[in-house]
Antibody, heavy 118, light 111 residues
Framework: QVTLRESGPALVKPTQTLTLTCTFS??????????VAWVRQPPGKALEWLGL???????YYNTSLKTRLTISKDTSKNQVVLRMTNMDPVDTATYYC??????????WGLGTLVTVSS | NFMLTQPPSVSESPGKTVIISCTRS????????VQWYQQRPGSAPTTVIH?????PSGVPDRFSGSIDSSSNSASLTISGLQTEDEADYYC??????????FGGGTKLTVL
């Protein structure tokens, strides 16, 4: 059974760095073709892809956010970590991690709401 | 970069058929697979169609997907509409320069 769960702070202050962890089970990120992606959704707005990391440790980022994002993995812990620097109130959103196979997001976490406010 | 454009909203009555379009701004829609996700309020998205027209197990056959190269668009068709189909629907695709692109989403209202 594949599951993913996001964890991290619910509230961050402007200019701070957000660190979110995606803990997954039921698959291995060492399997060829396997990826984990991050997607966010501001309240009432559309899904926005942030980035992904693949089984070969290649990372791909949304070009509009690339300078602020870092994605890493710890395969021994079955975790993927997202770091986003210089947080702003417009970054307030629900952040999801999802398993991705051939660019199909087939399993999603429940999401975690992150509010950016002083 | 290419964009995927969806109508912001569609509405239809129970039992009817609705078609949601997803138009690719550049590049051939048929070159890369299109996925469709359903998102109910307060929930994570789930797949209703992947690889243009493939239904995951558990998704009713009332849901179908297609590609039209002449309009460079993908379509999600939901027939026999039910109130439970009321949700937001997102298309998604990619290419070699754009690993993931989501459409802006379509709010389906079942009147």
């Amino acid at each position: 059974q594949v599951t993913l769960r996001e964890s991290g702070p619910a509230l961050v202050k402007p200019t701070q760095t957000l660190t979110l962890t995606c803990t997954f089970s039921g698959f291995s990120l060492t399997t060829g073709g396997m990826c984990v992606a991050w997607v966010r959704q501001p309240p009432g707005k559309a899904l926005e892809w942030l980035g992904l990391i693949d089984w070969d440790d290649e990372k791909y980022y949304n070009t509009s956010l690339k300078t602020r994002l870092t994605i890493s993995k710890d395969t021994s812990k079955n975790q993927v970590v997202l770091r986003m620097t210089n947080m702003d109130p417009v970054d307030t959103a629900t952040y999801y991690c999802a398993r991705t196979l051939s660019r199909h997001f087939d399993y999603w976490g429940l999401g975690t709401l992150v509010t950016v406010s002083s | 970069n290419f964009m995927l454009t969806q109508p912001p909203s569609v509405s239809e009555s129970p039992g009817k058929t609705v078609i949601i379009s997803c138009t690719r701004s550049s590049g051939d829609i048929a070159t890369n697979y299109v996925q469709w996700y359903q998102q109910r309020p307060g929930s994570a998205p789930t797949t209703v169609i992947h690889d243009d027209n493939q239904r995951p197990s558990g998704v009713p056959d009332r849901f179908s997907g297609s590609i039209d190269s002449s309009s460079n668009s993908a379509s999600l068709t939901i027939s026999g509409l039910q109130t439970e189909d009321e949700a937001d629907y997102y298309c998604q695709s990619y290419d070699s320069n754009n690993p993931v692109v989501f459409g802006g989403g379509t709010k389906l209202t079942v009147l």
